[in-house]
C-alpha cells in the first residue's frame, strides 16, 4: 500500500515526485516515458533561470533532479484503468496492478488530430505531429504547417532552419501565440502564411504531395511533401474519466489545491482544467498537488 501513486512524468509529473520525495512519503511514479512534451519543444526561452534551452535539455535536467531522490519508478507501463474502492485507489496497469492512498494525475495532453481525408492514411508518410522529432527529415523540402498558436509557430521556427518554404495555413485570421515567436515568423522570408484558410485534404500516393485547401469559397492545392499538424492538444484523461469531474474539453477539473471531486485524488499540467499550458506552470501545479497529497494523508485516518 502506497501513500500517493504519480502517473506521468513530465514537468508536473516528476515536479510531483521532487516535492514528495522531500516530504518522505512512500510513493510510486508511473510512466510510459520520462520528460513529456517538454521533450519535443525546440527553444524554451520563457522558463524561469534559463534564457535559453532546448526542450529535450530542459527535459533531461528534470530527470537528472528526479533521479537525486530515491523513488520506485516504472518506466514503460502503460495505465489501463483507476478505480476508487473502499477508500483505496487502485491502479492497474499493462503489467500489474498497484495499491494507494492518494493518486496524482499528471498524464498530460495529446496532439490534436485535423480529421481530414488522407491524414490517417499519409501518417508517417509525410504527415507528422511533432517538427521536433521529424524536421530533419524534410530538409530542402516545400512543406506545410496547421495551426495558429504556438504549437505551429514553434513548429515553423524550427523548419525555417531545414525546410527550403514553408507554408504557414491557419483558419483564423490572426495568431494566438507569443508575440516573440510570431515576430520571428513574420521576418522570415521562407515562410507564407494564410489566414483565414481551411484544409480540406491531404493529398498522395505512397507519401504526401500536396494539400487541399479552401480559402473565401476558392479551393486550390499546394504541392508539399510534408504536412505539420500544430493545432493543440487533447487532454489523455480517458483513464480516469469514469472517476473524477472532466469539463466539456475532456480535461480533468481542479480547484486551486489540484483536488479533484473524489477525496484523495489530485492532477496537475496539461491533463488539467488550469489555463495557459506552459511548461512553468506545469511544474508549478506539480507541486501544489504533491503538497496538497501529503496535507491529505497528514489528516487522514486509515483504513478510511
Known amino acids: 500500500m502506497y501513500d500517493l501513486i504519480i502517473i506521468g512524468a513530465g514537468p508536473a509529473g516528476i515536479t510531483a515526485t521532487i516535492y514528495a520525495a522531500r516530504k518522505k512519503l512512500n510513493f510510486l511514479v508511473i510512466a510510459k516515458n520520462i520528460g513529456g512534451q517538454a521533450a519535443l519543444s525546440a527553444d524554451v526561452e520563457n522558463y524561469t533561470g534559463y534564457q535559453y534551452i532546448t526542450g529535450l535539455e530542459l527535459a533531461k535536467k528534470f530527470e537528472e533532479h528526479m533521479k537525486e531522490f530515491k523513488m520506485e519508478v516504472k518506466e514503460g507501463e502503460e495505465v489501463v484503468g483507476v478505480e476508487k474502492i473502499d477508500g483505496t485507489i487502485k491502479v492497474k496497469t499493462d503489467r500489474g496492478a498497484y495499491e494507494s492512498k492518494t493518486l496524482i494525475i499528471a498524464t498530460g495532453a495529446r496532439s490534436r488530430t485535423l480529421d481530414v481525408p488522407g491524414e490517417k492514411e499519409f501518417k508517417n508518410r509525410g504527415v507528422t505531429y511533432c517538427a521536433t522529432c521529424d524536421a530533419p527529415l524534410f530538409a530542402n523540402m516545400d512543406v506545410a504547417v496547421i495551426g495558429g498558436g504556438n504549437s505551429a509557430l514553434d513548429a515553423t521556427l524550427q523548419l525555417i532552419k531545414i525546410a527550403n518554404k514553408i507554408y504557414l495555413i491557419n483558419i483564423n485570421p490572426s495568431f494566438r501565440g507569443d ?77 486551486e489545491h489540484c483536488k479533484t471531486n473524489v477525496p484523495g485524488i489530485f492532477a496537475a499540467g496539461d491533463v488539467s482544467n488550469v489555463p495557459y499550458k506552459q511548461i512553468i506552470v506545469a511544474a508549478g501545479e506539480g507541486a501544489k498537488a504533491a503538497l496538497s497529497a501529503y496535507e491529505y494523508l497528514s489528516r487522514l485516518r486509515w483504513p478510511a
Open 179 to 255: 508575440d516573440v515567436m510570431i515576430e520571428k515568423v513574420e521576418k522570415s522570408d521562407k515562410v507564407v502564411t494564410l489566414y483565414n484558410t481551411k484544409t480540406l485534404e491531404i493529398l498522395g500516393d505512397k507519401m504526401v504531395t500536396g494539400i487541399r485547401l479552401e480559402k473565401e469559397g476558392q479551393q486550390k492545392i499546394l504541392d508539399v511533401r510534408g504536412v505539420f499538424i500544430e493545432i493543440g492538444y487533447v487532454a489523455n484523461s480517458d483513464l480516469v474519466a469514469n472517476l473524477v469531474e472532466l469539463n466539456r474539453r475532456g480535461e480533468v477539473v481542479v480547484d
